[in-house]
């Protein structure tokens, strides 16, 4: 009879031991699971993210290659050019040194430029951005048209938005900005830097809203 004790105590004290074993490996094999699916989510969203970038990079392509396309007669002449999707114009090509009036050869130039951007345009929900820029030095004393650098600048982007307009660019289509000295793409340090920042940039921007519908003729 105490043999049969003994054994009933020992049963008794090796069946916590197992189920606290199985206990913890539950616990594991909870906790690998969760890891596991952790795991799982953040590759689906390093893939997701991945397809949205090449789908993206692919998107910004054949948006480049349709403008060169579109520009290809002005990109040609050497006048214009065309990087990142930013299309610019030497400040010299298009107005005398402080001044806001268009060279003859500027609003040719611009002529030639609205008919290949008003197709471009028409097949996307896109508006032209125009950016007016100059470099750092500052407005001359005898000139008191500009109080500085960014007066010169937005009036700029003026004169070319209204010379668009005026040449066939529907008026929904083109606005202007201004930047004065900021935003250089060269050094102000010498004259060569100086000239390539006192610019003109035009550039493709997606519509805030739905495209306007076209007018409907009326007999």
Known sequence: MMELDDNDNAAQQVAPVWAVFG??????LGAFVLILVGVLVVQ?????????????????????MALEKALAIPLASG????SNGRIG?????????NSDKLRPDGRLLLKSLVHPLKVYLGERNEMMMVSGFTDDKPIQDGNQRFADNLELSAQRALTVTRALIEEGMPPPQVFAAAFGAEQPVA????EDG???NRRVEMAPVPRSGPAPASPTSHE
């Open 44 to 64: 689906m969203d390093l893939v997701a993210s991945l397809h949205a970038e090449v789908a993206k990079r692919r998107v910004e392509e054949q948006r480049r």
């Open 89 to 97: 114009i030497s400040g010299s090509v298009l107005f005398p040194s």
């Open 187 to 190: 050094s102000n340090a010498s």
């Open 23 to 28: 206990d913890l490996m539950s616990g594991l």
């Open 79 to 82: 006048r214009v050019t065309l």
């Open 194 to 196: 100086r000239a390539r």
